[in-house]
């Protein structure tokens, strides 16, 4: 994608991903916008980088994604990159003898899923008259290979992938590139940002994944993987599944 002149809005830059991306295009002097629930976290983010706006914003909330989106075109007319990177991550045990908490596993679909769909909904219809245009969701290397502490997010993850690739193939005419981003895993506050025990996976440090994350945008994949997430996505999406999906669906 084009790595300047932008004028991005990113779901979720309070913190991890989000912010780190945020930053990295405000500092190349693209007018960057990011959403979140917390507003001192927002504000905050925005006083350390002059010129960057923010917007209070939750992704489970389906007026508060319209408002969000109307605001930001209306203040932005120039906006052409959106940015699906809000998320959040549960254990849940179903084995261990009663229901699993069903608030969280709403909280998780509406977060991770739901809010990314209905934000592509309201954003598109813009996003396609705009040049350079950009859909980014962001994944996991989970939505490829499940960590089974985790089931309700890895499914939300597969989702996300499998919903690129239809957003994807139905704007394949139009000026809007769908990019899914695959990040492995990286040292953020997902999931409360506990330090894994001694033994477990390392994360990698965000800002070695910011790096290359900016340096894999500069060119022009569709699905961009991130340190141990190329693996996941090499074993699980070989050529022969991309060629039974292109014979379906063109
Ligand atoms: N870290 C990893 O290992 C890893 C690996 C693969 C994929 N990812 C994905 O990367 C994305 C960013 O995660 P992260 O690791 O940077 O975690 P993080 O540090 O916890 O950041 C999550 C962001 O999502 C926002 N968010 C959560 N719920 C929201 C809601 N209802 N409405 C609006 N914003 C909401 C949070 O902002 P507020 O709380 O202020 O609303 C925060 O800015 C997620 O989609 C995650 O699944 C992360």
Do not use: W
Request: net charge positive; aromatic share 6%.
């Amino acid at each position: 994608m084009k790595m300047h002149s932008n004028t991005i809005f990113i779901t979720g830059g309070t913190s991890g991903i989000g912010k780190g991306l945020a930053e990295a295009f405000h500092r190349l002097g693209n007018q960057v916008i990011i959403g979140g629930r917390r507003e001192d976290r927002l504000r905050s983010v925005c006083a350390t980088n002059p010129g960057m706006r923010h917007f209070v914003l939750d992704v489970t909330d389906l007026a508060s994604i319209r408002n969000t989106a109307r605001k930001v075109i209306a203040e932005f007319p120039a906006l052409n990159c959106v940015f699906n990177n809000a998320g959040m991550q549960r254990r849940h045990d179903f084995a261990g003898g009663k229901p699993v908490d069903d608030a969280a596993v709403v909280a998780e679909i509406q977060t991770n899923l739901l809010g990314l769909i209905r934000v592509s909904s309201e954003f598109l219809p813009h996003l396609k008259n705009q040049q350079d245009a950009i859909l980014l969701n962001v994944s996991s290397g989970l939505a490829f290979v499940p960590l089974s502490i985790f089931p309700v997010y890895c499914a939300t993850k597969a989702a996300v992938h499998s919903f690129s690739l239809s957003l994807r193939r139905q704007l394949k005419d139009s000026k809007v590139k769908v990019i899914e981003l695959i990040p492995p895993y990286v040292a953020t506050e997902l999931g409360g940002g506990a330090t894994p025990p001694s033994g477990a996976l390392r994360p990698m440090p965000l800002e070695t994944f910011i790096v290359e994350t900016m340096k894999e945008l500069e060119g022009n994949e569709d699905e961009i993987a991130i340190g141990g997430s190329k693996n996941l996505l090499a074993a699980t999406a070989p050529e022969s599944v991309r060629k039974i999906f292109d014979g379906m669906n063109h």
